[in-house]
């Protein structure tokens, strides 16, 4: 006999344990034992992970799962059960499911969940033995009742002898040693949103829940051997694990009794002949070697599922679009799964669908982002609610979030948290700084700056929990369909936000249970475009009868279109709206969709760090000739002018200049784009370095270049079949943009955007020559909308933009028009003061008299909601027009941004004549001195690794944004002023960040610049 812990709880246990499953199947390595058991509180989360882990370990897996059950006025009984076979892991799955699924998730559930639960084992603390539990718990697990002994205690043995139950050696484990122990109390302090000191005993970890080896656990219980043949039984019966490496796909209704295979043939050719025209031998070859590749993997149902998706989703209107490397298949692109033409674009299938892989292919879609929830309901209604959830992300401790918890419980106030919180490096701007990149842990400079005992505790305790699993929330994308019940397969939870039905299992788990997973993400670029087609068609619905006519008929050629795009006018377009992509679209010339993928290719780390978009600028303008690294190259690389820019170059160069099949080169591609330099990387190199010898009689030292340069460009590398996909949707940007700027404008600002803040497209908008005014209360809708007046169209801020004003006010306001004077307005609204106020302030009233009269006669009146005014009796007084700088401020406070000027606009006498630059401009002049004016988007905050703060700033002028960074000895003379709201002005060199490819501004020096009084 041996021994080995059974009742293990990992960090999915959600706060209640730390070690992660690979840290348990180590130590189980280290402590001699054969088995190891994971006992998590209510979820199966880590299951097939720590299945996995175990078994490349040479470690037994046993699958358990600890939940609470009512037992009468008793406390409620804390049960483990183990899976036994496949059945009991169906029933595990379903008992964590509606555990998780109850109006309060994790409350006991009744007994009587339990009734028919075949293929477990129970495993009941020696402690809870009493009459008549034990017998009901052995009518419910006849012969499958255990009694568990957490420690050597005879007590429990007499209770095995009394009631004839096998005794199992089951000490709890929630630590990998006893030096986690105050940590698990911090743990059990954030679990209850109390102080540590506060938590109840109950909750509180028992100092003996860490790992012994498995000699140490023979000695505590040799004293009872039955318990350690008790713990071999369980071992040698519980032999159920999760489905892992088996395909799990739905079972479709299909018509004319045809098979999969043959009703997706039948598709595919049915959409050939519609795209072009018929079926020529290259085309039918092509969908031939797609078709036999994925019949043999029985992939099938996951092309037409996708297909039944988006079929729905376009007759309801709403615009979609492909992404990533599934518009390389033919038979995709046949389904009207995928836009772009792999034929034209000479795309290769095994980029997406390699037959080497054992893995699915991913056919991921953007949607509509406001209509993505009807898809949903509709995929959730089609296939069966209890056949579909959304897929899980498992969210974890980032430096922010383990000190801003770890502080709480530890009992710092919230503004010293928020003071401990703020000087760490804010993730997504510390990876940008070069010089003073932060080393070693985030917490480092905090040691230095908070050398308190207390804070020094907070911050170590943070430090152990980055990475540990804080809580589950939705995929934004990953939607799973099973064959049966889904929980019969794999445990499910609800999202706290919109309350939709999740997975327990994040999207690496679901795929090894070889479920179907298919990814639905909102994109808010599409749906800008369905809000302009929609407005489009509304006026010509002779002309567009389908909702989607508008984009499908936008032309791929159109001089107009192509104009705005080589200018850089591309403010508001989906993905070429950035101050960098912008200049990339200006340097290249770029005109047409083609030349928007090689701008979305060049604006990568992977090119912009090695040079490769310099090269390519210049060699496209004719400054410098096109070098191929062989002659073997130039008809791969031809097109972008000797330069890598897709992940497809790559697998044509392995596959045309060194002869390995397509298979291969995509094996070689991936190898590489993980960095993966093991024994694989190694055959297919040398393969390569043979091959390009002999078929392309390439020189050993040029292959070896060529090895490299590919090597060092797959990491980063864009595929060009997600290229195309993207670049469509922004020419279809562009000429909405071109040909329906109100329309255009209206539906970003409706939609908040996207790259730039909401001032940006204002003023965009009246460079475009439109009328843009603030909330109107006859002409508003809730959101931004166009309204054509005598003068033609005007764009119209929402009322929902105005401070404080109720949904009912503006639903009130709505149904009450038109109004035609403040009393009529007042009478038939009955607004709030407040809001009758803010409404007048930011101009919404404006057709009724001035701000300064509106608010004058408000005051006068003593007007109160809910009674008539006697306005109609009140002469206005004769108050002062209000200024420019008053409507400005006004505007701001009450809108969040002010129509009657741009900040910048209010200092420009201050700021002629020294030589600025635009954003623009700016971003044109890498390596060069430039100074700039703007305000203060966003700020953070960062310490070098020498405990020196500096600060990413976010400027922002007419032009758009550009991100600066601070250097400590500027940030020293600048802090006073420069988180203020006043326009500065900023002098520097331009950068590239090579973390991001987006220009960046170097402060050397730093004014502000005060607005006239």
Not at 85 to 99: F, K, P, T, V
Not at 735 to 761: D, H, I, M
Request: hydrophobic letters at 45%.
């Amino acid at each position: 006999m041996t021994f080995f812990h059974l009742l293990t709880r990992s960090s999915y246990s959600l706060l209640e344990a730390l070690p992660s499953v690979e840290d348990l199947a180590a130590a189980a390595v280290r402590a001699g034992m054969p088995a190891l058991g994971l006992c998590d509180r209510h979820l199966l989360t880590g299951a097939v992970e720590f299945t996995l882990a175990c078994q490349r370990e040479g470690l037994q897996p046993l699958i358990g799962l600890e939940l609470d059950f009512e037992i009468g006025e008793a406390a409620p009984l804390r049960l483990a059960l183990f899976c036994e076979d496949e059945r009991g892991w169906s029933n595990l799955c379903q008992l964590s499911s509606q555990d998780q699924l109850q109006p309060v998730p994790a409350s006991p559930l009744p007994l009587r969940a339990l009734e028919g639960r075949s293929g477990l084992l129970a495993l009941l603390p020696a402690e809870r033995a009493v009459d008549p539990l034990v017998e009901a718990l052995k009518s419910l697990f006849p012969g499958c009742l255990y009694l568990g002994m957490a420690g050597a205690h005879a007590n429990a043995a007499r209770a095995a002898a009394r009631f004839q139950l096998p005794l199992v050696a089951a000490p709890p484990v929630a630590a990998v040693n006893g030096t986690q122990i105050p940590l698990l109390r911090t743990l059990a302090a954030i679990r209850k949103g109390c102080l540590i000191k506060d938590v109840p005993a109950a909750d509180l970890p028992s100092s003996e829940a860490v790992f012994i080896s498995a000699a140490e656990g023979k000695a505590r219980f040799s004293a009872y051997p039955a318990a350690l043949a008790g713990l071999e039984e369980l071992r040698e019966r519980c032999r159920g694990l999760p489905p892992i490496g088996r395909q799990h796909y739905p079972r479709l209704s299909l018509p004319g009794g045809l098979t999969a295979l043959q009703t997706l043939r039948q598709k595919a050719e049915e959409g050939a002949r519609r795209l072009y025209g018929s079926l020529t031998p290259e085309i039918q070859s092509r969908l031939e070697h797609e078709l036999a590749v994925i019949g043999e993997r029985g992939y099938e149902p996951i092309f037409l599922i996708v297909e039944e998706i988006l079929s729905f989703a376009r007759q309801q209107g709403v615009p979609v679009s492909s992404r990533g490397s599934a518009a390389s298949s033919l038979v995709a692109h046949c389904l009207g799964i995928t836009s772009p033409d792999p034929l034209a674009l000479d795309l290769y299938f095994e980029r997406f669908l390699n037959p080497a892989r054992a893995t699915p292919p991913d056919i991921d879609t953007d949607i509509c982002s406001r209509r993505r929830d009807s898809i949903l309901a509709h995929v959730f209604e089609h296939y069966g609610r209890d056949r579909v959830a959304v897929v899980a992300t498992i969210n974890r401790y980032r430096p922010r979030s383990a000190l801003g918890d770890v502080a709480k419980a530890w009992g710092f106030s919230p503004a010293q948290v928020r003071e401990m919180t703020a000087s760490l490096p804010h993730a997504f701007f510390a990876r940008r700084e070069e010089d003073e990149r932060l080393d070693g842990s985030p917490f480092d400079a905090l040691r230095a700056a908070f050398p308190q005992p207390a804070a020094q505790t907070a911050v170590e305790q943070a430090q152990a929990l980055l990475g540990l699993p804080r809580h589950l929330s939705m995929h934004p994308g990953g939607i799973v369909i099973a064959p049966q019940r889904i929980d019969a397969l794999l445990p499910l939870c609800i999202s706290a936000g919109k309350g939709t039905v999740i997975t327990q299992m994040d999207l690496s788990a679901v795929e090894a249970l070889g479920l179907i997973k298919i990814d639905l993400l909102g994109i808010r670029g599409l749906t800008v475009l369905g809000d302009v087609a929609a407005a489009v068609r509304s006026w010509r619905l002779t002309e567009f009868p389908a909702p989607l006519d508008v984009l499908d008929r936008i032309p791929m050629q159109d001089d107009a279109v192509a104009q705005r795009i080589e200018r850089g006018e591309t403010i508001g377009c989906f993905q070429i709206e950035s101050p960098g992509m912008r200049a990339t679209l200006k340097d290249i010339r770029a005109r047409s969709p083609e030349d928007i993928m090689a701008a979305l290719a060049l604006y990568r780390p992977g090119p912009l760090s090695g040079g490769l978009r310099d090269a390519f600028v210049r060699r496209f303008k004719g400054e410098e000739p096109v070098q191929y690294p062989h002659p073997s190259l130039a008809p791969v690389l031809a097109r972008t002018f000797g330069v890598i820019l897709y992940q497809e170059q790559v697998l044509r160069i392995a596959h045309q200049a060194a002869g390995l099949s397509l298979a291969e080169a995509d094996l070689l591609r991936r190898a590489m784009s993980h960095f993966d330099p093991g024994k694989q990387m190694k055959a297919l190199k040398e393969k390569f370095l043979r091959g390009a010898a002999e078929k392309s009689a390439m020189p050993l030292e040029i292959a070896e270049s060529v090895w490299e340069m590919m090597a060092a460009f797959a990491g980063y590398g864009f595929p060009q079949a997600h290229a195309a996909s993207y670049a469509q949707v922004a020419w279809r940007s562009a000429w909405c943009k071109t040909y329906y700027p109100a329309e255009f404008f209206a539906a970003v600002l409706a939609n908040w955007g996207g790259y730039y803040s909401q001032r940006v497209y204002l003023n965009e908008a009246r460079r475009m020559g439109l009328d843009v005014r603030p909330p109107d209360v006859n002409h508003s809708q809730a959101e931004f909308s166009v309204a054509y007046l005598e003068d033609g169209p005007v764009l119209f801020m929402g009322l929902d933009q105005v401070k404080e004003l109720s949904r009912r006010t503006i639903a009130r306001i709505q149904s009450a028009r038109p109004l035609h004077s403040l009393a009529d307005f007042l009478a038939k609204v009955d607004p709030r003061p407040k809001e009758a106020q803010n409404l007048a302030r930011c101009g919404a009233l404006r057709a009724f008299g001035s701000e300064a009269g509106l608010l004058s006669r408000l005051g006068v009146g003593g007007w109160k909601a809910g009674q008539m005014s006697l306005f109609d009796w009140q002469p206005e007084n004769p108050a002062q027009e209000w200024t420019l700088l008053q409507r400005v401020a006004a505007q701001e406070e009450i809108l969040g941004v002010s129509l009657a000027a741009h900040p910048l606009d209010l200092v420009k006498d201050q700021l002629a004549g020294l030589e600025l630059l635009t954003s623009l401009e700016a971003v044109e002049k890498i390596g060069q001195p430039v100074a700039v004016a703007g305000i203060r988007q966003t700020a953070h905050r960062a310490r070098t690794a020498r405990s020196e703060t500096f600060l990413f700033l976010t400027l922002e002028d007419q032009e758009g944004l550009l991100e600066v960074i601070i250097p400590p000895n500027l940030y020293r003379r600048v802090q006073t002023f420069i988180h203020g709201y006043s326009p500065l002005v900023i002098k520097g060199i331009i950068e590239r960040d090579p973390a991001r490819g987006e220009p960046i501004l170097r402060a050397e020096w730093a004014a502000r610049v005060n607005r006239p009084a």
